[in-house]
């Protein structure tokens, strides 16, 4: 796999070939600003039927293997 | 009438007038699965109990003079990437295998406004990357026309169900090409609508800044008439344009005298003679029809595929993040929750999905950010502005919708890049954000359905139908 | 975390020299600290940054959760109106420019982060270029203020003791998550311990006073993360280490005496201050590393696509501000002169803080002595609400008493104490009451017998009817009482006296 990726982001570099210097990247195709809500409370899920399809979890809450070797 | 050949708006009118039952409707579809769906694995689940329940309730409601929605009866299937309240949910993966989602999509939630009757949820290349169906963890789907080959992809499985008579219609998700190139290898409509025009709210994601959910019919009024119900604003989705759906049953019957159509000269070559043959009879029905076919030039489409190809992963590599084995989905148990993620992810996601998921972390990461995630951006930029400029000239643009018809099983799954290559035509859509449908027109190799592609502006769905309803009345 | 850095690497040679120097009394060992802190603010909003779940502290875990907060698939993000606007006050009143931004995805796994990414603010956040000024006019410029969304709570259980080390296993509760936050970046302009735990203070006095969190350390809706570096003045800046967990003004003082003093060792003993993530263990007063630069994670940042661009307009923006109410700096300055105080006292800081400077303001409308009332309310109102419960008028009242002398301030004291407990009273009854009136009324009247005596020609004439007479004889009061008589009272006396004859 990671020689198809290679070859791939060899094929990719085909952009080189355009003149990009003064091109503005596009992100998002559509034009909104501004797309907001009001701060009204809806309903909460049912804790227990999202629990239910959990792979673990204990006391209400998502139970994981211990968190090592990771950073907050 | 053979059952595949029921139209949506036939159903739906019937259905309500009380000429026609919703279970009569449904119980044809399921003596078509039954006869069939074993060879064409058209669905991951089919929703028998549900679908039955939902017909008894609208032929009780016809019979009560209760008022019915504007698709009474109509049975519809859904891509497994929409989240079905309490209905399995699998995107074709293991990852999200026995995932009862705890809500509805947007569109599902519309369509079930409307006295829709789902008969369940369809398969997909895995999280709807690729363009075969080849790429679902539970099996590939046939092509009811030739079940030797693909019914293209991702959305496959929703095209083979309506080909196949399972459904009347039904939903796909185009985020490259996946409604309109199975569309065109299934002999169906299939609309890919502006970006905005239709909520993604319960869509699993793929790539979120080019997703949009679109039909699957048999007819263009058929597509006009789902569009009408599925499109329009939702607050839940912030990329919702804020305007109503369009109107376009009104449009079929404009005609297109007076439209200027436009030929791409610098088409990007590969497609086969038969595809092109049909294009051009499809020019010359336009033509004939009183529109005028003008030049245009797109001389990024090429390139729009390293764009999709870099944007597109980049995006999902984001979104399937999420699938870490914590509150939903699989979870391969291990002695520290970093050896989790790696042991569920490797054991839950496919080689396509791993493989895009690899491309678009590499693409987004600090180091080369700007030679690859960054120029595709900009690359994404050239593509709309080709667009301008060509929509400056004309109404509509027609290309091919795949450059071949059905391929057989196997042909192009050794080779990644050859699989990318039957979206080079629906890429660019993608990209822009713009609007563009697949209508069947003749056939080619092995008398199989040959696909046009409309083009059409942002927001031009009004002309792009008016288009398709002429080349149907033509073909 | 940080965008662009506030503080330095020693390792570049691009840093500039900074124009905030400290004094030399500042200095600790010939050594200059730098401090810039980022602190993250729970903001006061009923629902979360992008859904509708309630934005709840202390509820039964996963009760406070919707497709979007869990990050299941096919939720998508709806920007919270009321937190852009909570965010806008926060900006406006540090005096910094609301610009249109943007919203990037900061990915990294952790169990407590439901999508894997953080949807945050990257290089257009809201609000830049800011300041604030801390009570005794030091100015900390405010390099941005930006929305994002906090994570859930992870518990660590089993093994020893709830840590992260040596668990079983940890649950996560997702009540918090996406919970709006405003992560205020400050510029590495603060020079000395003192100043950083002025500035969180009187940052926590601004969030107050807009309403835009209840900003409460000890339960984590403000968190501190403190950036330090040393070195010569002269100069460039140290390489910087951030302390992490700082929970409490006070550990913000500790956290940043204890790393100057590690860091300043460790260059004196030929060391060097290598970039790091500290953590604060505020138990035993030291930090411990967490993580160092090299291994620093990509967040592979990217424009959230799910999200638009967020442009208020300049109405919106001017809206805002006019709708702030005054700041802790202006409402000190207003106190201190009504008072007669410094606005750097204590006192004014303090009865600012709780909001009871208006309070003061109004028992000087009704006539009360207003730098009395502030010692009574400094002293006697820390658990009243901003709004005591003892009306403004008895608190009048009382000070105008201890000021005429009617009681002294050790009975003042007492009275005050009775407000409080009952809540009001009519303070003439209770001194009387107390037998304080009778005695401070009995010292007068034998002060007014000894100025007569002084004044025979001058009582003659006022008993005669020569009104302006009474003049010299109050004077004469005034004199002996050394000017704590009440002049109306000795008045009211000299009348009684010459209608008796």
Redesign the interface.
């Known amino acids: 796999m990671t020689q198809q990726l290679a070859g791939m982001l060899e094929h990719f570099r085909d952009v080189d070939a355009l003149d990009l210097s003064n091109v503005e990247p596009l992100?998002?195709p559509?034009p909104?600003?501004?797309?907001?809500?009001?701060?009204?409370?809806?309903p909460?899920?049912d804790?227990d039927e999202?629990?239910a399809s959990a792979p673990a979890a204990?006391?209400?809450?998502?139970?994981?293997?211990?968190?090592?070797g990771?950073?907050? | 009438m053979s059952p595949s050949r029921r139209t949506v708006v036939d159903v739906a009118s019937a259905v309500a007038n009380g000429s026609l039952s919703a279970m009569a409707v449904l119980e044809e579809n399921l003596a078509a699965i039954t006869a069939r769906e074993a060879e064409i694995h058209a669905f991951n689940l089919v929703t028998v109990d549900q679908a039955r329940e939902r017909a008894t309730q609208i032929d009780a409601d016809v019979r009560a003079g209760k008022t019915v929605g504007r698709l009474a009866g109509v049975t519809i299937a859904l891509k497994d990437n929409?989240?079905t309240r309490g209905v399995e949910?699998t995107?074709s993966s293991k990852i999200?295998a026995g995932?009862k989602?705890?809500?509805d999509?947007t569109v599902v939630r519309r369509l079930a406004d409307e006295g829709a009757v789902f008969v369940g949820k369809t398969n997909l290349d895995e999280f709807a990357m690729g363009s075969s169906t080849e790429n679902s963890a539970f099996g590939p789907t046939r092509n009811p026309l030739d079940t030797s080959r693909v019914p293209g992809g991702s959305s496959g499985g929703s095209a083979a169900a309506v080909a196949a008579g399972f459904a009347t219609a039904s939903l796909g998700s185009d985020t490259g090409g996946s409604i309109r190139q199975p569309a065109a290898l299934c002999g169906l409509v299939g609309v890919k609508p502006t970006y905005g025009m239709v909520s993604?709210?319960?869509?699993?994601?793929f790539?979120?800044?080019l997703d949009q959910i679109g039909p699957f019919t048999t007819t263009v009024a058929d597509a006009a008439l789902l569009m009408e119900v599925i499109a329009g604003h939702d607050?839940?989705?912030?990329?919702s344009l804020p305007q109503p759906a369009p109107s376009l049953a009104g449009e079929l019957g404009k005609g297109v005298q007076g439209m200027r159509i436009g030929r791409i000269t610098d088409m990007p070559a590969g497609s086969s003679p038969d595809v092109l043959a049909q294009l051009e009879a499809a020019f010359d029905a336009l033509r004939n029809a009183g529109a005028t076919v003008v030049d245009v030039q797109m001389p990024s489409m090429l390139y729009g595929l390293t764009a999709y190809y870099l944007v597109a992963p980049?995006?999902a590599?984001?979104n399937l993040?999420?699938?870490?084995g914590?509150?939903?989905g699989l979870r391969v148990d291990a002695k520290d929750?970093?050896s989790m993620?790696g042991a569920t992810r490797a054991a839950g996601f496919g080689d396509e999905v791993k493989r895009r998921i690899m491309l678009g972390?590499y693409a987004?990461?600090?180091g080369y950010?700007d030679a690859y995630?960054g120029k595709a951006l900009k690359v994404r930029r050239l593509i709309a502005d080709d667009f301008a400029t060509a929509y400056a000239k004309c109404d509509a643009i027609l290309t091919p919708t795949s450059p071949t018809v059905a391929f057989k099983f196997g042909d192009k799954t050794s080779n990644p890049l050859a699989m990318y290559l039957c979206d080079v035509f629906t890429i660019p859509t993608n990209l822009a954000g713009h609007a563009a449908m697949s209508v069947p027109f003749g056939t080619g190799e092995a008398g199989l359905p040959v696909g046009v592609q409309i083009l059409a502006p942002a927001l031009g769905e009004a002309p792009m139908f008016r288009v398709a309803a002429e080349l149907e009345r033509a073909r | 975390m940080t965008i662009s850095a506030n503080t330095s690497s020693g390792a570049s040679a691009s840093v500039n020299l900074s124009s905030i120097v400290a004094t030399a009394e500042q200095l600790i060992d010939g050594w200059e600290l730098v401090v810039g802190l980022e602190v993250h603010v729970e903001l006061a909003?009923?629902?979360k940054l992008f859904?509708?779940?309630?934005n709840r502290f202390g509820d039964?875990?996963?009760?406070?959760?919707?497709?979007v907060t869990?990050?299941?698939?096919?939720?998508?993000?709806?920007?919270?109106?009321?937190?852009?606007e909570l965010a806008m006050r926060i900006g406006l009143a540090l005096n910094c420019r609301v610009q249109?931004c943007t919203f990037h995805?900061k990915?990294?796994?952790?169990?407590d982060l439901?999508?894997?990414?953080q949807i945050s603010q990257y290089d257009q956040p809201l609000n830049v270029d800011g300041f604030l000024m801390l009570p005794a006019d030091v100015r900390v410029g405010i390099e941005r203020a930006h929305l994002e969304e906090d994570?859930g709570k992870?518990?660590?259980a089993g093994?020893t003791s709830g840590r992260?080390?040596?668990?079983?296993?940890?649950?996560?509760?997702?009540n918090r998550a996406g919970v709006p936050l405003v992560e205020i970046v400050s510029r590495p302009d603060i020079r000395t311990s003192d100043q950083a735990k002025q500035y969180v203070g009187e940052l926590r006095a601004i969030l107050l006073a807009v309403g835009a969190s209840d900003a409460k350390m000890e339960e984590g809706s403000m968190r501190c993360d403190v950036n330090v570096s040393v070195h010569k003045l002269g100069t460039p800046f140290g390489t910087r280490c951030e302390i992490k967990n700082v929970n409490s003004i006070r550990s913000v003082g500790r956290a940043i005496d204890y790393e100057a003093r590690r860091q300043i060792d460790l260059i004196s003993s030929g060391g060097v201050v290598k970039q790091q993530t500290l953590h604060w263990d505020d138990s035993v007063g030291r930090t411990n590393v967490?993580?160092t630069k090299e291994d620093a994670?990509?967040y592979?940042y990217?424009?959230e696509?799910?999200?638009?661009?967020?442009?208020?307009d300049a109405a919106w923006i001017e809206r805002v501000r006019a709708a702030l109410p005054p700041l802790p700096a202006a409402r000190r300055e207003v106190l201190a002169k009504l008072t007669g105080q410094s606005k750097a006292s204590e006192a004014v800081a303090v009865i600012v803080e709780r909001g009871q400077d208006a309070y003061i303001g109004e028992v000087a409308q009704v006539g009360g002595d207003a730098a009395r009332a502030l010692i009574y309310v400094q002293q006697a109102f820390a658990e009243e609400p901003a709004v005591p419960r003892v009306p403004a008028g008895d608190v009048a009242a009382l000070s105008l008493m201890e000021k005429n002398a009617k009681v002294t301030s050790t009975q003042a004291k007492t009275l005050l104490a009775e407000l409080v407990a009952h809540g009001g009273g009519d303070v003439l009854a209770m001194a009387k009451a107390k037998g304080f009136e009778a005695m401070a009324t009995g010292a007068l009247e034998s002060i007014v017998d000894q100025a007569i005596a002084a004044e025979p020609g001058a009582w003659a004439s006022y008993k005669a009817g020569e009104q302006k007479a009474i003049g010299a004889l109050v004077g004469a009061v005034m004199k002996l009482s050394a000017g704590k008589a009440d002049g109306k009272a000795v008045t009211a006396l000299l009348q009684a006296k010459a209608a008796v004859g």
């Open positions: 992100n998002q559509i909104l600003t501004n797309v907001l809500r009001d701060d009204v409370v809806a909460s899920l804790r999202v629990l204990q006391d209400g809450r998502f139970r994981v293997p211990p968190i090592v990771l950073e907050e | 929409m989240c949910t995107c999200l995932w989602p705890p809500y999509a993604r709210q319960g869509l699993v994601a790539g979120s800044s607050p839940l989705d912030s990329t980049a995006e590599s984001s993040a999420r699938f870490d914590v509150r939903f929750v970093n993620y972390t987004l990461s600090a950010y995630y | 909003t009923k629902t859904s509708g779940s309630a039964e875990p996963n009760t406070h959760i919707d497709p869990l990050g299941l698939p096919g939720a998508l993000p709806v920007l919270n109106r009321q937190a852009v249109p995805r990915n990294y796994f952790y169990p439901s999508k894997a990414y994570t992870s518990t660590h093994g992260i080390q040596g668990s079983d296993y940890s649950l996560i509760d997702f967490l993580r994670d990509d592979r990217f424009l696509p799910d999200l638009v661009p967020l442009a208020p």
